[in-house]
């Protein structure tokens, strides 16, 4: 009776990536936590005789150490102005659909194939690029969103910078919003900023979405709306305005 007694290999290629994702972020943070998190994740990578569940659990605590690194710098927001990788989910007769890194298509168009969303070098407002998104010959909606985990209470500003072109009367609407605070959604007719504060009273998982809603125009139609520059900021208490502070001035200036 022979026994085989066989022992999987261990995989490090996601402790690796996350090793090297943390160190080119604390390039630019030079944040001592993290710092000591790399160094202890590169002591497992070093490590022959670390198990599966060693590495695994070294990927979780760094990934959990850039989080908290990236919120003390109020860096909330992943690939915040599109200039990461892109998946491509779908390929249409103008153009692909793509997922921008960080993002999540969370609804997509159920029309023509004229449609599509892509990362360009066109209509930036911070860094190189921007997020297209374009419909042609239907109304239709689009939205990415992507979810800030375990964001602190306090007060909390959300922007985006949004511009459009519209042919043949046709109409772009974009709604920018965390949860359920949404901006109303606005027609688009130049490059505007979209603005929406919000207070959490605890400790909350926020769901960050950009909507682009197209009405067909006569005609031949086309819809494009870039979305760039999303920011996610940390308001300070006291500059935080209340209806007494209002009432207060209201009162001062009789």
Sequence with gaps: HVQILYTAAVVKDELE???????????????????????????VYD?????QDDVNEAVETLNEAVKQAR?????????PSFEEGVTVITKTAAGNEEQPEGWTVSKTW????????????????AGDNSYKVRFNW???????SQVVTALPAGNYKLTADVKNYNAN?????????????????TTITAQTT??????LTEVTDVTITLTTDYTVGS???????????????????????TAEDYAALAAALE
């Design 194 to 199: 979209l603005e929406k504060s919000f207070t």
């Design 71 to 79: 919120y003390a710098a109020g860096l909330y927001i992943t690939n």
């Design 17 to 43: 990536a996350a090793i090297s994702t943390a160190t080119t972020l604390n390039e630019s943070l030079s944040d001592s936590d993290l710092a000591a998190a790399i160094t202890a994740a590169q002591a």
């Design 219 to 241: 005609g031949s139609s086309e819809g494009i709306l870039y979305w760039d520059n999303v920011t996610l900021t940390a308001v300070a208490e006291d500059a935080v305005a």
């Design 110 to 125: 159920a029309g023509s194939a004229w449609n599509y969303a892509v990362k360009v070098a066109e209509n930036a407002t």
């Design 138 to 144: 239907g109304s239709d909606s689009f939205s990415i």
């Design 169 to 185: 009367n046709s109409v772009c609407k974009a709604t920018l919003a965390a949860n359920d605070n949404a901006t109303d959604a």
């Design 47 to 51: 490590n022959a005789s670390a198990s």
